[in-house]
């Protein structure tokens, strides 16, 4: 018989005069130990915890986020999420965030390994109102690359949407051999990121250039890294996208933080201290 081990996260951010504050209510074993300021109250950090460590079939995760008017959050994980083997049942992460007018998220979590044998479905939407902007990534790892696991078996469902704007739905199934070798599908590399920048109201044609010049500097100094393929574009007027294909996690993470730094100058004139992945 399968265990079912359910959580839920809440997750919510207002401002009072120049800080922002978050209030949180979970259910099972999910959870934010501390609220951090390592940019000054204006600006919070939360670090996402899942104490068991791995999601296994029949096991759902839930996180719900709504931020305030003129708030700034950052949310990031301590380790990777991991869906490992199912007996038979899927295992799921659905996440759901709400932003105000001029709120500010940053959805920043370390990668997802999709270990050989999983059933998974991981669904985020995040729905912004006019002058809410974000900028959030997904790193998925098929198998285990550095420890030599290949993804041999199972499958990972993943879908991305901006509501009205943008989605992306689709399961990459071990068994698809096309789609995981075919230089138009994965060509033989085990990890896919995707990184974007939206706003809930179109970006202005400077701020969208600019936004892709810097993504494009960016993969231009990271040059063919472990194998690393990158592009950028402007999908919609309120959303640019970046999507990268490497062997490795290291190098298509590396590019992520390197992005995303240069995004947040763009787009908010701030710099991008290292994440605090934990309490230290």
Excluded at 62 to 83: K, M, S, W
Aim: hydrophobic content about 45%.
């Amino acid at each position: 018989m399968t265990t079912r081990w359910p959580a839920r996260l809440e997750l919510t951010c207002r401002r009072d005069g120049a800080r922002c504050l978050m209030h949180s209510r979970h259910e099972g074993p999910l959870r934010v130990l501390k609220t951090l300021y390592p940019e000054g109250e204006g600006v919070c950090h939360q670090v996402v915890v899942h104490p068991p460590g791995g999601i296994v079939g029949g096991d759902t995760l839930q996180i719900a986020l709504a931020l305030g008017p003129g708030t700034h959050a950052v949310i990031t994980t301590p380790g990777a999420t991991r869906f490992y083997r199912s007996a038979g049942e899927p295992a799921a992460q659905h996440v759901r965030a709400e932003l105000a007018t001029g709120a500010r998220l940053e959805w920043l979590p370390q990668e997802t390994i999709a270990h050989s044998g999983c059933l998974a479905d991981s669904q985020a939407t995040f729905a912004l109102e006019p002058g809410a902007e974000m900028i959030g990534w997904e790193l998925l790892a098929l198998g285990a690359p550095a420890a030599g696991e290949a993804f041999e078996a199972g499958r990972y469902t993943q879908r991305l949407a901006l509501p009205g704007v943008w989605l992306e739905h689709g399961t990459i199934a071990a068994a698809d051999t096309t789609l995981l070798t075919s230089p138009l599908g994965f060509a033989g590399r085990s990890c896919l990121l995707t990184l974007w920048a939206a706003s809930g109201s179109p970006l202005q044609a400077p701020r969208s250039d600019a936004l892709l010049e810097a993504a494009r500097a960016c993969i231009d100094a990271t040059g063919n890294a472990l194998g690393l393929s990158a592009g950028v574009t402007a999908v919609q007027p309120p959303l640019v996208v970046l999507r990268a294909l490497a062997h490795r996690v290291e190098p298509a993470m590396a590019l992520a933080r390197n992005v995303r730094a240069r995004w947040r100058q763009v787009l908010w004139q701030l710099e991008a201290p290292a994440l605090r992945t934990w309490l230290t």
